[in-house]
């Protein structure tokens, strides 16, 4: 069974602050990392996936890194919001099987107006 | 939400009684997975399909079998429903598997009592 952590498992931010949170995941058997959005009541949604090491990806005000190398993945949002507030989720991919899509449990994120 | 309905959307039933679970997808996607959601877990894979008929296990598929008869159908059976497996259980689809993002169905939840 893979370990995928995320960390901080909550966190509360105040409205226009910035935060970051971060999945680490092995670093063998890559093959992508993925980024969700889970919002109560909704199902998650897919924010990112990210293959190369190094790369970045942005939406908005939503960005994210990824170091294969050293096994880790930040994702930052910038002047939070409170339509922010959700659960964020990362998955590790290795490619396919049984082990295709391994997640983390999460970070819970609220933001304080 | 990308066409993917789950039903039933609530269900209550007693231990030793067979379940059924319906996905069905209208992006006539390859890949269709099973995951149940518990508290203090990620998403956690019970079975996959990766084409009519084809189907493999996940990390947690004892007790739950599968089927995929059509393109747009995948059916989750638990045999003999027991407590433990009282969860939210989550459809997903994804084109073309590995590396792609998953879209997931709304969810059900299932009690077993």
Redesign the interface.
């Known amino acids: 069974?893979l370990n995928?952590e995320q960390s901080p498992q909550s966190l509360h931010v105040q409205e226009g602050d910035s935060t970051n949170f971060t999945c680490s995941f092995p670093s063998s058997n890559f093959?992508?990392l993925?980024w969700?959005r889970w919002e109560t009541a909704?199902?998650?949604?897919?924010l990112f996936?990210m293959?190369l090491n190094g790369d970045e990806k942005k939406k908005g005000r939503i960005s994210a890194t990824l170091n294969t190398k050293e096994g880790y993945s930040y994702l930052y949002i910038k002047g939070s919001q409170p339509e922010d507030s959700a659960t964020y989720?990362c998955?590790f991919?290795s490619?396919?099987?049984?082990?295709?899509?391994?997640?983390?449990?999460?970070t819970h994120l609220i933001i304080q107006p | 939400d990308a066409g993917i309905t789950q039903s039933p959307r609530h269900k209550v039933t007693e231990t030793g009684t067979p379940v059924t679970l319906r996905c069905h997808q209208t992006e006539n996607h390859r890949y269709m997975y099973w995951y149940r959601q518990d508290p203090g877990h990620g998403l956690r894979l019970i079975h996959y399909s990766y084409g009519v008929k084809d189907t493999d296990k996940g990390e947690v598929s004892d007790g739950y079998s599968v089927s995929r008869s059509k393109t747009e159908d995948f059916l989750l059976t638990l045999e003999s429903a027991t407590s433990s497996q009282t969860s939210v259980y989550f459809c997903a689809i994804s084109p073309q598997g590995a590396g792609e993002k998953l879209f997931f169905g709304s969810g059900t939840q299932l009690s077993v009592l």
Do not use: M, N, Q, W
Not at chain 1, 95 to 106: E, N, Y
């Open positions: 069974i995928v093959y992508a993925h969700y909704k199902s998650p949604e897919a996936v293959t989720l998955a991919d490619g396919g099987g049984a082990d295709g899509l391994t997640f983390g449990k999460g």
